[in-house]
């Protein structure tokens, strides 16, 4: 299990968490998702087969880009 947090700039509103979680929730092999509006940061939970690269391919489909990997 890897969690990754990234930084989401494109995040404005409640809306905006609302459907990376659902979507991003929906990739198989993601164990949890938190977005955040204050911070502008997802915080993903997965295993295989999900990967960090299908990760930010599909914030990217949503509109949603990461901008980068936050260190913890
Ligand atoms: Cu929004």
């Given at each position: ?8 700039p494109?995040i ?38 999900a ?22």
């Amino acid at each position: 299990m890897t969690t990754v947090t990234y930084s989401v700039p494109a995040i404005h509103c409640g809306h905006c968490t609302h459907t990376i979680e659902t979507e991003v929730g929906e990739l198989q092999g993601v164990q949890s998702v938190k977005a955040d509006q204050e911070t502008r940061k997802v915080q993903i939970t997965f295993e295989t087969p999900a990967s960090e690269e299908k990760i930010k391919a599909l914030l990217a489909e949503i509109n949603y880009p990461a901008e980068g990997l936050v260190n913890l």
